[in-house]
């Protein structure tokens, strides 16, 4: 029987890539660490949902939207430079 049309044949390469893709995820279930991901997804949405409180509370006490962007983007910067300093700097050596 052929297959169908449009149907394309997957290499071996990719079929084992693909068994160690669920290999991997076997094991994380095994391990009890599927947890992780949909935690850390709702910790960025409430952290989220409490900038965006703040900023509006921020706001409607006088602060300037121009300064609480300044000051948002310089914490943005203070935060992230580290982790960007230290994974380039790995990633040329």
Known sequence: MAP??????????????????????QAAAAAGLMWKVPAAMVLVQLTITGLIMLSKVVISRGMSIFALHAYRS?????????????????AFQ
């Open 4 to 25: 169908p049309v449009g149907a394309r044949s997957i290499g071996m390469e990719e079929a084992a890539a693909i068994d160690e893709a669920a290999e991997r995820k």
């Open 74 to 90: 310089a914490f943005g910067t203070t935060c992230i430079l580290p982790f960007a300093v230290f994974y380039e700097r790995c």
